[in-house]
């Protein structure tokens, strides 16, 4: 089962405007993690957020974490059209899901130039 | 750095072969893992290993076998290739024994079965 869901599936903007992608999980978790995927490509990392951090930037990334709503948002701001890609969250439940890293199903975004 | 390779990146199969599909990191990272990926499906855990000569099951683990003789290596048989097998499977390390640090992610390897 999936333990991250993201929000919305799929999200169009013009450059130059912010793009917020949410994510929404079921268990407690030790970390929460963005990846970005180019069309037929493999997964990059993008950000690492702990359970125990509630922001964390990165260029122009932003994540927040929430852990009393098990939610979590990326926001790219000043979007440029190399920023479209697919987005995933992906979450680190520890404990007996120790090495077993759950992923979304993702975010599409389009960003048009 | 190469970084995670896989091999090959496009292969077809007939219902019933077996194959198998190669990992190879040269980062030196204790964790490996495979992840199938599947339209509205997102990446599903295969199996992983959390180190040479310990593997163990993911949360879609039926059809194939890991195995993980050297650091380097984790390569991912299919036993008897099943239509439903058909998707893009990703392979990725971490530096982070547990696995819950950063993945790093070969380019896939897209499957066909018929």
């Known amino acids: 089962s999936q333990q991250g869901e993201e929000d919305p599936q799929a999200l169009s903007i013009q450059e130059g405007e912010n793009a917020t992608m949410n994510c929404s999980y079921k268990?407690?978790?030790?970390?929460l993690q963005w990846y970005r995927q180019n069309s037929g490509r493999g997964l990059v990392h993008l950000i690492l957020?702990?359970?125990?951090?509630r922001e964390k930037h990165s260029g122009r990334l932003r994540v927040t974490l929430d852990t009393s709503k098990k939610s979590s948002s990326l926001l790219i701001t000043a979007s440029r059209a190399a920023d479209t890609a697919s987005y995933f969250c992906?979450?680190?439940?520890?404990?007996?899901?120790?090495?077993?890293?759950?992923f979304g199903q993702g975010t599409i975004l389009t960003v048009h130039p | 750095n190469a970084g995670v390779t896989q091999t090959p990146k496009f292969q077809v199969l007939k219902t019933g072969q077996s194959m198998t599909l190669q990992c190879a990191q040269d980062?030196?990272?204790?964790?490996m893992s495979w992840y199938r990926q599947d339209p509205g499906m997102g990446l599903r855990l295969i199996h992983y290993?959390?180190?040479?000569?310990?593997?163990d099951q993911g949360e879609v683990p039926n059809g194939y076998n890991v195995s993980r003789s050297t650091t380097e290596d984790f390569p991912l048989r299919l036993l008897s290739a099943a239509p439903s097998q058909t998707s893009v499977y990703f392979c990725?390390?971490?530096?982070?024994?547990?696995?819950?640090?950063?993945?790093?992610f070969g380019e896939g390897s897209r499957l066909t079965v018929l």
């Open positions: 957020i702990r359970s125990n951090e």
């Open positions: 992906a979450t680190d439940a520890g404990g007996t899901s120790y090495g077993k890293l759950t």
């Open positions: 990725a390390s971490s530096y982070s024994g547990t696995g819950a640090g950063e993945l790093f």
């Open positions: 290993s959390v180190g040479a000569g310990i593997t």
């Open positions: 268990t407690s978790i030790n970390n």
């Open positions: 980062m030196n990272h204790e964790y």
